[in-house]
């Protein structure tokens, strides 16, 4: 554990903390105000106060899938048809309304019904928290326990999963050769090898949701230069997260880690979770999960993997607690200013289809039945 103390920290003007001055970082992620000669970036000429050195946001890895391959990609995560009821899609437990979760303790998946989101029941629950989708395209490992490494090798597995689609593949396969639209979108996503296979509905759902990319939060206007971009909460939130040492695990500028950590969260009743572990073997695995990334968090409310805990304000205080050091509702409130508020960005959710080529009704979200 990082042996810090909370810093109050003092931004601006003379008495601005050592700590402060020593990590006030040059940026250089395009806040510039002369373009270099070449029409790239010039030079950055602006300072901001950062408590950590200024790292910028991941290029991309490979090469961007074209736009057909990511148009069917977005088509299958919401037509139902890769469920066995015919009423449950990727989006059901990802959605757009939900920062790409679905505001569930646990999520509930085939046999549920139509509706999403929170008022959601059935009789499928599956025993963790859905994730936000954001940046996964930068991840190496997926899921709460990191059990696989590439979105292609993951998209299988919630279709299998009976407590999320349960359908059987070499059914999905002979409904989507069988129907003329999805025959078009195949052909003209995967020219070269146009029939409609499951390989190439893993590589068009993998496509899709690298596109969620997430880096266009006031967090990033501000190392960009943009000064005023976080408010003076935020700016001393985000001085406390790093004195606390969020960000030893939260890591700028993706806020979390390619690591498995146990945070001592509530356990919940019946629910027999060893984490990590259950991909390793690896004792001291056992209570190990992912480290999130908090970029978006402020959407996916409940928190942690068995969503035990309801409010980023509660999941902020048992965080402060698991540091060790003393903290106060000052802190709480600071660091979930500057969490909830400076590290949100959705500008690239995707846009729900109104129908989908299977004919099935797209699963309905955004709207709270009063039971
Ligand atoms: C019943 C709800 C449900 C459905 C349906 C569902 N998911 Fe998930 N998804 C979850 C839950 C819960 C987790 C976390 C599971 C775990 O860690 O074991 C998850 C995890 C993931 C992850 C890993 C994210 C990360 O941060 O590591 C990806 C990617 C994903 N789902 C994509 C999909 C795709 C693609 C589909 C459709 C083919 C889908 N999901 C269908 C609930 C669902
Ligand atoms: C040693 C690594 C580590 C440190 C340090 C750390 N976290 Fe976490 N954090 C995690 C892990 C791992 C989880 C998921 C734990 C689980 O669900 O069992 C998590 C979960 C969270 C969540 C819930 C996110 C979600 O989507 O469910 C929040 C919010 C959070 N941390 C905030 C913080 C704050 C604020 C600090 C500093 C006080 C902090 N963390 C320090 C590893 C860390």
């Known amino acids: 554990m990082r042996q810090l ?137 997926l899921f709460w326990d990191g059990r696989t490494e590439t979105l292609e090798e993951q998209a299988i597995e919630p279709i299998l999963a009976v407590d999320e689609l349960g359908q059987d593949p070499a059914l999905v396969l002979e409904l989507l050769q069988a129907n003329d639209d999805y025959v078009a979108l195949f052909a003209a996503a995967f020219p070269d090898d146009p029939e409609p296979s499951i390989p190439h509905v893993l590589t068009a759902l993998a496509e899709f949701q690298r596109t969620l990319v997430s880096n266009r939060s006031l967090y990033d206007g501000y190392v960009a230069g943009d000064e005023a971009a976080m408010s003076d909460d935020q700016i001393e939130g985000m001085f406390r997260f790093a004195a606390f040492g969020c960000d030893g695990c939260h890591a700028p500028p993706l806020f979390e880690r390619e690591g498995f950590e146990n945070r001592n969260v509530p356990n919940v009743d019946a629910i027999v979770d060893d984490g990590r572990y259950e991909a390793t073997g690896i004792v001291d695995d056992i209570g190990r999960f992912r480290i999130p990334t908090l970029r978006n968090a402020s959407f996916t409310e409940p928190y942690f993997h068995n969503g035990s805990v309801a409010k980023l304000e509660e999941a902020v205080r048992h965080e402060l607690a698991q540091s060790g050091l003393a903290f106060d509702d000052e802190d709480v409130r600071l660091v979930t200013a500057f969490v909830d508020g400076a590290l949100r960005d959705e500008s690239r959710e995707p846009q729900r289809p109104d129908t989908v080529p299977s004919g099935l009704v797209v699963p309905i979200d955004g709207t709270t039945i009063i039971r």
């Open 5 to 141: 103390s909370p810093h109050r920290h003092a931004r601006r003007g003379p008495g601005a903390s050592v700590v402060a001055a020593a990590f006030a970082a040059i940026v250089a992620l395009g806040g510039c105000t002369e373009p270099g000669d070449d029409g790239s970036p010039g030079e950055p000429d602006v300072e901001v106060d950062l408590p950590w050195p200024a790292v910028a946001f991941p290029d991309l890895p490979g090469e961007a899938a074209s736009p057909e391959v990511i148009e069917l990609g977005l088509t299958l995560f919401y037509d139902p048809v890769l469920s066995v009821d015919g009423q449950t899609a990727c989006g059901t437990c990802h959605s757009e309304f939900w920062g790409m979760s679905d505001a569930l303790e646990r999520s509930v998946g085939q046999g549920g019904g139509l509706i999403a989101g929170p008022s959601r029941t059935g009789p499928h629950v599956v025993r963790r928290n859905s994730q936000g989708l954001w940046n996964l395209a930068f991840r190496e490992t």
